[in-house]
């Protein structure tokens, strides 16, 4: 394959990486922007979207798309509430501490982590695509699923940002994202809200673990890699800005698709790396932060 | 006038600190009650705890009959108190319209009460669309009190509104207060500055080290400048 089919390629994986990636950096940096909480155990909210997409495909008897469409709704409402009970049980016991909290998800994550292999197995398991069509290039065929997971979170994050910015429940999470006091002085309850922003960013990781895992297997251990890239596009694209999220997860999903391929996956994490520290010394609150109150 | 808000015997700590002491007040049905004192001491407190966003350690504050410190801070504006904080603390990422809409959803008011407001703040209008954070210093301090006034409150607390204002800001400030009390709106108003509170108090409260020490009417501080200066220091 000549050098423009080949970078066309990798740029469409490097676009299915952005997309999965952007849906689940957007969980993290709602609850980081509105809540002022590193959740450390957003990866394993992943890990159970997949581990539960498995387990909703083979309660389907073999039907890939009921599967699927199952996993779809089963998967994230499931994770949603494990992660209000989190908020509930242990975030608002210690007031939502900053640092507090980063230890209690550090717990969350292994008690996660622990359950799934106990209950799921240390196996990789796949699950299958709703639909195996194949685009004809013409220098390459291409998974029709994939294009599909680009179109659908897309598709998620468009709708995202317009409950955000058009809605009244996003009028209010913006409002307790700017000022919590005021928020509250104004009627805004403000512990419901997080609750809600916590389940809501759980929810967003356990979507995107579903539209993946046709593509990469559902393991215990999935949860790592999707954390750290999260981490790495929210602090590039700035805390809590939807923008910010969307332009870094393009960044570093094409980058890496396109490193990946032409030199190695190892070298992509770097690079993504080393632009972190970058934007930390040069631009702490991100390309697209602002200052918080 | 009956009394629109009583405050009485309240204690309020900030971590190990003792803010406010026993701390007693009353705010008569359509009166401007300004509280003045010191830096210190513990006037933006006393606002802050009717809010709830300070919370009572003992004592009573009462709104008519609804005993406010039994309320979730949430639930005080919809019983009928707007907060228009020290600093405005407006939300700056968001547009004029955004704003006067977090406090039209406080109590479920609509476009009748939002046109009401914006009768009173016209320069508003104009802007509906531009992101409050750009606006002037005096038009922030207009959107802060119209924001508070969507809320269509009973009690209206001001934190400070005319700190660092223009001259003539500060008589559009005045004056806005003044008609809110023609609408039977209940007022409590915090200053420093004394020229800033005589035009349009009904009475004032002298704060100090966490207390009312003494409540008196607006004529009585013309007649006497010492009361001004025993308390605040200027006269």
Redesign the interface.
């Known amino acids: 394959m000549s050098f423009g089919p080949h970078l066309l390629l990798a740029c469409l994986e490097g676009l299915v990486t952005a997309a999965v990636l952007s849906l689940t950096a957007l969980g993290l940096s709602l609850v980081f922007g509105v809540m002022r909480i590193v959740n450390v155990a957003h990866g394993e909210f992943f890990m159970l979207g997949a581990v539960l997409a498995w387990w909703a495909a083979s309660l389907a008897g073999g039907d890939p798309v009921i599967g699927f469409l199952l996993a779809l709704v089963i998967s994230p409402l499931i994770v949603g509430a494990i992660a209000l009970l989190s908020e509930r049980l242990v975030l608002r016991r210690l007031h939502y501490n900053p640092e507090a909290t980063i230890v209690a998800t550090i717990g969350l994550l292994y008690i996660l982590q622990q359950a799934a292999l106990s209950l799921y197995g240390p196996e990789a398991r796949p699950v299958p695509a709703p639909f195996n069509v194949r685009i004809v290039l013409p220098w390459f065929g291409y998974s029709g699923y994939k294009l599909f997971v680009i179109a659908a979170s897309a598709s998620l994050l468009v709708a995202t940002w317009l409950v955000l910015t058009r809605t009244r429940i996003g009028l209010v999470m913006r409002a307790t994202q700017y000022d919590r006091e005021t928020a509250q002085a104004f009627g805004i309850p403000v512990d419901r809200v997080y609750g809600g922003v916590f389940a809501l960013g759980a929810m967003l990781a356990a979507v995107a673990a579903v539209l993946i895992v046709p593509i990469q297997q559902a393991h215990y251990l999935m949860g790592r890699d999707p954390l750290l890239l999260s981490f790495i596009v929210v602090i590039i694209g700035g805390l809590g800005s939807l923008r910010g999220t969307l332009i870094a997860a393009l960044l570093i999903g094409l980058s890496d698709g396109v490193i990946s391929m032409f030199f190695s996956p190892t070298l992509a994490k770097m690079i993504a790396t080393l632009a972190v520290a970058l934007v930390l010394v040069f631009r702490p609150q991100g390309l697209f932060g602002t200052a918080q109150r | 006038m009956s009394d629109a808000l009583t405050i009485t015997g309240l204690d309020c700590f900030y971590g190990e600190v003792q803010v406010l002491r026993e701390f007693a007040l009353d705010l008569r049905r359509g009166e401007v009650l300004c509280l003045l004192g010191r830096n210190g001491a513990g006037k933006t407190t006393a606002l802050k705890a009717i809010?709830?966003?300070v919370p009572a350690h003992a004592g009573s504050i009462k709104l008519g009959d609804v005993e406010l410190t039994d309320l979730?801070?949430?639930?005080?504006?919809?019983a009928g108190v707007a907060?228009v904080?020290q600093g405005r603390?407006l939300?700056?990422?968001?547009t004029v319209a955004?704003n006067l809409?977090?406090?039209l959803?406080?109590?479920g008011k609509g476009a009748a009460t939002r046109e009401a407001v914006l009768e009173l703040f016209p320069v508003l209008r104009e802007r509906l669309k531009q992101r409050s954070g750009t606006l002037s210093g005096g038009e922030q301090q207009m959107l802060a009190m119209a924001?508070a006034l969507c809320?269509e409150p009973d009690v209206l607390l001001l934190d400070e509104p005319t700190e660092g204002l223009m001259p003539s800001m500060i008589a559009r400030i005045r004056e806005t207060v003044a008609r809110l009390r023609e609408r039977g709106v209940s007022t409590i108003l915090v200053e420093q500055r004394v020229d800033a509170v005589l035009p349009v108090a009904d009475r004032v409260a002298f704060i100090e080290n966490g207390r009312n020490r003494e409540i008196v009417d607006v004529q009585r501080l013309r007649d006497d400048p010492h009361l001004v200066r025993r308390y605040v220091g200027v006269g």
Do not use: H
Request: charged share 25%; proline share 12%.
């Open positions: 809010m709830g966003l979730p801070a949430y639930q005080v504006p919809k907060y904080p603390r939300f700056s990422e968001m955004e809409d977090i406090g959803m406080t109590r924001r809320v």
